[in-house]
Nanobody, 124 residues
Framework: QLQASGGGLVQAGGSLRLSCVAS????????MGWFRQAPGKEREFVAG????????SYADSVKGRSTISRDNAENTVYLQMNTLKPEDTAVYYC???????????????????WGQGTQVTVSS
């Protein structure tokens, strides 16, 4: 089970830190990703981090403004988002991909488990 939190309403230029707590499985056996879905759009990759935490990947739209991190002892993955823009408005989902290899996937089809989503709204 994945439980995402930390979303909210923020003005453009502001920051948010999303958290996702995992339970029921061995967290360190999974690569973790954040995805988002805006109304009328496909769910898209935002950021990912491999099980060890030393390799990350970001979508171009958030690169330089966001940082993904994880704490395997706390079974938690984070997404720090800065300099938020109205186009960042979406429901953000965390997801888990069993680490059968060291490849960090950006396609949602590789992710086995999904959280319920947390709403991020950025006002202009």
């Amino acid at each position: 089970q994945l439980q995402a939190s930390g979303g909210g309403l923020v003005q453009a230029g502001g920051s948010l830190r999303l958290s996702c707590v995992a339970s029921g499985r061995t967290f360190s056996e999974y690569h973790m990703g954040w995805f988002r879905q805006a109304p009328g759009k496909e769910r898209e990759f935002v950021a990912g981090i491999i099980w060890r935490g030393d390799i990350t990947s970001y979508a171009d739209s958030v690169k330089g403004r966001s940082t993904i991190s994880r704490d395997n002892a706390e079974n938690t993955v984070y997404l720090q988002m800065n300099t938020l823009k109205p186009e960042d408005t979406a429901v953000y989902y965390c997801a888990a991909d069993y680490a059968s290899s060291s490849v960090l996937h950006t396609s949602r089809g590789f992710y086995d488990y999904w959280g319920q989503g947390t709403q991020v709204t950025v006002s202009s």
